[in-house]
């Protein structure tokens, strides 16, 4: 069974032969050093976002902005979250695994529940910024749908990035980025990615940096 997950898979539109090499013969992309400056504002986020749940409420930056609620159940947030637990999902007539730790998650007024994904960089969000993490968000609503947690039809990105820096206080920009998002395009991914792994291993992508060092090894 391929085991797969939101963030692997985002390598079908950056480079099919990449993901086929993962998948098919565990063989991964040249790792550089880990930037962890995005994983610790992840951290601090999710922290923060809490603090605000705690008190039945929305952060200052949502305000005005969305008209949904903070999931309201820490503990299986909680588990939701965890890398090694997560969301999962099995496919059986894919043969395949899907599993996604989530940021957070926000409920509409009508009970559905709102992927909210954050996103730390170092610049403002560009105009197709967002179109990047379109498959993602499907496959997170598509992970909502099979553990029972109706998803929305939307879904959103928090992006962040830092404006100034004075004596040990930096202060970030924040942007929110509304998606569209649909799980049945999730499974058209899953299965758009079976078909690519059941098939020869495919041409890099003609601007692969990571394809042209490989054969330049």
Not at 4 to 10: A, D, L, N, T
Request: net charge positive; aromatic share 12%; hydrophobic share 35%.
């Amino acid at each position: 069974m391929y085991k797969v997950s939101p963030s692997g898979i985002s390598y079908l539109r950056e480079c099919p032969r990449c993901l086929w090499l993962y998948y098919r013969e565990g063989v991964s992309r040249p790792k550089g050093i880990f930037p962890s400056l995005p994983s610790g504002m992840d951290e601090v986020l999710k922290k923060y976002f809490d603090a605000y749940r705690l008190r039945g409420e929305l952060p200052p930056e949502l305000k005005g902005k969305i008209t949904d609620a903070l999931y309201p159940d820490f503990t299986k947030l909680k588990k939701m979250r965890q890398i090694f637990h997560g969301l999962v999902a099995e496919f059986p007539e894919l043969d395949m695994r899907l599993k996604g730790a989530i940021d957070e998650l926000l409920v509409n007024k009508q009970g559905q529940h709102v992927v909210f994904d954050f996103k730390t960089r170092g610049y403002p969000v560009k105009a197709d910024t967002h179109e990047h993490y379109q498959d993602q968000v499907n496959l997170y609503a598509l992970l909502l749908e099979k553990n029972n947690l109706p998803p929305a039809d939307y879904g959103y990105l928090f992006f962040i990035h830092p404006t100034e820096y004075a004596v040990c206080k930096a202060t970030f920009h924040p942007q929110i980025v509304k998606m569209n998002s649909d799980w049945r395009q999730g499974m058209n991914i899953l299965q758009e990615v079976k078909s690519l792994l059941e098939g020869p291993e495919p041409q890099a992508h003609s601007s692969c940096a990571y394809c042209l060092y490989r054969s330049a090894s």
